[in-house]
Structures are given as C-alpha cells and as structure tokens.
Nanobody
Framework: QVQLVESGGGLVQTGESLKLSCTAS????????VGWYRQAPERQTERLAS???????YYADSVKGRFTISRDKAKNTIDLQMDNLNPDDSGMYYC?????????????WGEGTQVTVSS
C-alpha cells in the first residue's frame, strides 16, 4: 500500500506559476511509475505528465513546455512545476503511482489538490 498526499494547489492569475508536490509513503525512487492527472468540470480526466520505467517521461500536448515533472529523492516527493498557467489549467490535480510488488502492478491515487487560474 502506498499513501499519497498532494499539496501546493491554490488560486493564481494567468501567467503565474505553481509547484505541486505529492508526498509518498514509499521511496519514490523505487516506484515503477509516477504521474499527475487533472480533472476539470465537464472534461475528461487528463494525464498531464508521468515518468515510468518503460516509457520514460511523458507530457500531454496541452502542458508540454510549461510543466515539469520530477522526483525529489531528498523530500520523497513527486513534484509538478507548472509555469505560465492559464484558466484552462484549472481543475483538481491528482497524483498517481504505479507500484510493482512481487510481479503484480498496483495503482494508487491521492485525494487531489485544487488549482484555479483566474483570467
């Protein structure tokens, strides 16, 4: 079992930055896959960024060049640096990890943190 707690959300204006952090109960460097997702009203949940052993680093077209995902081994967090935010970036942001234990893949989610970008 891996517990995840997101933090860093808030209200910002267009063009500003935010950094989201996801604190994991397991060593983040040993987790198979980590990622950030966004859910906005009347829109499908979108995978924004992820790092996995087999695929490497992925960014959705909507955030490429503006968002950066990373693992902070010292703090044991999965971070999402978000720059040049715009109102379309508003939504609930969720941290997700995929952990492989004894050959079995397990999927875990945090409870989310709200990001609101005003115009």
């Amino acid at each position: 079992q891996v517990q995840l707690v997101e933090s860093g959300g808030g209200l910002v204006q267009t063009g500003e930055s935010l950094k989201l952090s996801c604190t994991a109960s397991k060593d983040v460097s040993s987790i198979y896959a980590v990622g950030w997702y966004r859910q906005a009203p009347e829109r499908q949940t979108e995978r924004l960024a992820s790092i996995s052993e087999n695929v490497g680093t992925y960014y959705a077209d909507s955030v490429k060049g503006r968002f950066t995902i990373s693992r902070d081994k010292a703090k044991n967090t999965i971070d999402l640096q978000m720059d040049n935010l715009n109102p379309d970036d508003s939504g609930m942001y969720y941290c997700n990890v995929g952990d492989v234990v004894e050959g079995i893949y397990h999927d875990y989610w945090g409870e989310g943190t709200q990001v609101t970008v005003s115009s």
